[in-house]
């Protein structure tokens, strides 16, 4: 099976879907792995990393798009890109597969097998092939990084004989993977952090790690089968605002990472709400990508409100640690092709009664087969 790792093309993208090492577990188990020229350069990977390891590195995109047997990648492609994978291949990548109806149809007269790592299942035997979790779980630890170099103070309380300085305040909106790293990163550097989600485990989940939990009575919030919270009503939401108020007025940090999967993520903090909080107080808004948490931001820029709130609404959060990004990436990309990988033919053979692949891939055989997106 020949697989081919594409050089990533959104000008904000810095990670690479292979790293060296996955590309070593690749190359024994059998794989003809060939990588594009500069795969690595933004995450410390050099093309001869990759050769040492038994990948080839070709400055062909195009006729290697063509001729890959699987394809890994970070973004979604082009449409211009599906148009040239042959029949048959298979192309794993994130795919936001809400929003792009007409990729996947494209994938499907390309009769190409479209894999969607958002899709993969959150089960203990996906477990290693999350991508979502790997991402989400350095995005959380880079957004307490980020408003830690934005304030104009420090974390940690400091005793000095010059008098004391309190431990900042934090704020935790959203209490999943990347909620939890906030909360512990925000722990360690020696804040003082509370926590908000509308699932009650979570809340638990931030009490254990030594944050404050914030418990508002929103009523019924159960979440999904695979962990994932809700939407809440319109009536839930305005209560949930309106709590968080005056947490949001006392903190020097608010970290919103709230989301509901398949949906825009909710506004939580209004503009009244921004508009209370004292002057150098940072907002880091994990959402911002996709919408946003937070009234008034802007997705992938940082701005300054009339009180003096910085608003940072960057894209891409992960990248930012851009080796450890594709490492934990490239592990799940290698962790999938090895749990399928059929050692006689030397290929990813798709079966669609698997439950992981059925949780995840999108169009096989000319035809949409995922039961959410066959409409
Ligand atoms: P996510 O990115 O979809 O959402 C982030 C958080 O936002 C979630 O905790 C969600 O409850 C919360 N949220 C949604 N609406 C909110 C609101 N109005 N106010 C406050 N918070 C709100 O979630 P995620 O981080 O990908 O994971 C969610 C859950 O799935 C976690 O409990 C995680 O432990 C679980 N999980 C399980 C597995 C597995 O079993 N293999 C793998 C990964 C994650």
Redesign the pocket.
Known sequence: MKIFAPKETDPIETRASLDPAAVKKLVGLGAEVIVESGLGLLSDHPDSSYEEVGATVTSDRAGSLGSADLVTRVRKPSSDEVGLLKEGAIHISFLDPFNEPDLIKQFATQKSTAISLEMVP???L??KM?A??SQ?NLAGYVSVITAANRLNGIFPMMMTPAGTISPAKVFV???????LQAIATAKRLGARVTA????P??LEQAESLGAKALRIDLGETS?TD????KE?TPEQ?EK?VEAQAKVCAQSDVVIT?????GRKP?V?IKKDVVAGMQPGSVIVDLAAETGGNVEGITPGEETVTENGVKLVGLANFEGQVSKHASQVLAANFANMIEHFWDEETKSVPINLEDEIQKGCVITHDGTVVHDRFKD
């Open positions: 959150r089960t203990t996906a477990q999350d979502i979790s989400a909106v959203g209490i999943g993977v990347a909620g908000f989600d509308v699932r485990e979570a979440g695979q962990g994932y919270a809440l939401i949930q990472t709230a989301k509901v999967f909710p939580l």
